[in-house]
């Protein structure tokens, strides 16, 4: 124990990867602990359902704000630093959700506690500041497939949490986690970039670079709307399971598990295979078991078989898919310019995060308790079909590239 506490100390060498876990897990925890409970906060807090939804879209939507400043500002002023005050504000806009008298206070403080973001977008770029390419992709699919264990139970402790003490636990739950992620990051989160002369001014002088790539844009979008169909899912299996499903806030924090399941599985199969594949090729395998999957969902909801097993079953599809892509589009978009990693990582995130919002918000409008759930399918297959159109410009690109080398 002697031997690992100074190296647990060490300020200066790259974070442990159970941190990055850690905290990339508590950003998930964060968007979705609670939407189990949003029938009962939309009570508490005596207004409609689509208005309580709106702490989804808007969340996310400063989530993606955030995403675009903290990239060039972490990798202007280091990692460990915007880290810690992400961290720190998080724990204080988790208690004053807590303690929120109303239903505007509590909507300011959950936009507020989007700046654990800076973790999604700092727990990658430490990866491409310590290790190349396909490597890269790979070691990102492990700490994915870590922090997906999150979102699989995080809806379950939610609801269980409602059941018991009100939907006020969850956010009990969060202030604690984010208390305990300041002393994590103050113990083990080294300082990975490389400060260069000029600061700040300097990284907003090489962003149009960066937004002038078109490699850069296709594994964006091709992520975007990858994950699109994902946080169509957040946005609309709520009404799904409590209106249309009948079913109570456990059970549907239970079947929120679906797609995390799916998404453990395709990062597990990502960080084995990436590196000896290729991005390239992992990119559009998961674009393909997206769209697959939703496509027979979308059969068999036609059918009249749409039932609560069958729509969540295959909705594991939708995680399968995403493990598999996205830490490959992120190293990706990540490896364009290798000095920018800290301004891609933010900027591809806040897409990311950007077009989810868009449709989490879209979600919430198409379903309706006469609708059924295939507008939020449709809604869901269109996203996924968008991706694959972008997985075919990043062959494009790359194809033309070589060519160019050549």
């Given at each position: 124990m002697t031997q690992l506490a100074p190296r647990f100390l060490d300020r200066t060498t790259p974070p442990h990867i159970g941190t990055l876990i850690l905290m990339a897990g508590l950003a998930a925890l964060s968007l979705n602990v609670f939407l189990p409970s949003l029938p009962s906060m939309a009570r508490h807090f005596a207004v409609s359902y689509p208005s309580m939804q709106l702490s989804v879209p808007l969340y996310l939507v400063a989530t993606a704000m955030i995403q675009i400043a903290i990239g060039p500002v972490s990798d202007a002023f280091g990692r460990r630093r915007v880290m810690?005050?992400?961290a720190a504000i998080f724990t204080i806009a988790s208690i004053g959700s807590l303690m929120a008298p109303d239903y505007m206070t509590f909507m300011v403080f959950r936009m507020v506690q989007s700046a654990i973001a800076t973790a999604f977008v700092?727990?990658?770029?430490?990866?491409?500041?310590?290790?190349?390419?396909?490597?890269?992709?790979?070691?990102i699919g492990y700490v994915t497939m870590g922090m997906s264990v999150v979102p699989m139970i995080g809806p379950v402790i939610g609801g269980g949490l409602d059941e018991v003490f009100g939907w006020q636990a969850s956010f009990v739950l969060l202030a604690l986690a984010g208390a305990a992620s300041v002393a994590l990051i103050w113990a083990d989160w080294g300082?990975?970039?490389?400060?260069?002369?000029?600061?700040?001014?300097?990284?907003?002088?090489?962003?149009?670079?960066?937004l002038r790539s078109q490699r850069y844009w296709a594994y964006v979008l091709a992520a975007a709307f990858a994950s699109g169909a994902f946080f169509a899912f957040l946005g609309g299996a709520p009404y799904v399971g409590d209106r249309i499903f009948g079913m109570d806030a456990a059970t549907v924090g239970f079947y929120f598990g679906a797609p995390a399941v799916g998404y453990l599985i395709g990062n597990f199969l990502s960080g084995r295979f990436a590196a000896r594949v290729g991005i390239k090729q992992m990119v559009v395998l998961g674009g393909a078991i997206t769209t697959v999957g939703l496509s027979v969902l979308a059969l068999l909801t036609l059918a009249g078989l749409g039932g609560p097993q069958v729509f969540f079953g295959l909705i594991m599809s939708v995680g399968l898919g995403n493990g598999v892509m996205l830490p490959s589009a992120t190293s990706g978009m990540l490896s364009v310019r290798p000095a920018l990693a800290g301004s891609a990582a933010g900027l591809g995130g806040a897409m990311m995060i950007g077009g989810g919002a868009s449709l989490s918000a879209l979600a919430g409008v198409v379903l309706t308790p006469t609708s059924g759930t295939m507008p939020l399918i449709l809604l869901m297959l269109g996203s996924s079909l968008a991706s694959l159109v972008c997985v075919w410009w990043v062959y494009a690109r790359e194809r033309q590239l070589a060519l160019d080398g050549a």
């Open positions: 810690l005050v992400g700092l727990s990658r770029a430490v990866i491409r500041d310590t290790v190349a390419q396909d490597q890269a992709a790979s070691m300082e990975t970039a490389v400060i260069r002369k000029g600061g700040f001014a300097e990284q907003l002088r090489q962003y149009p670079g960066l």
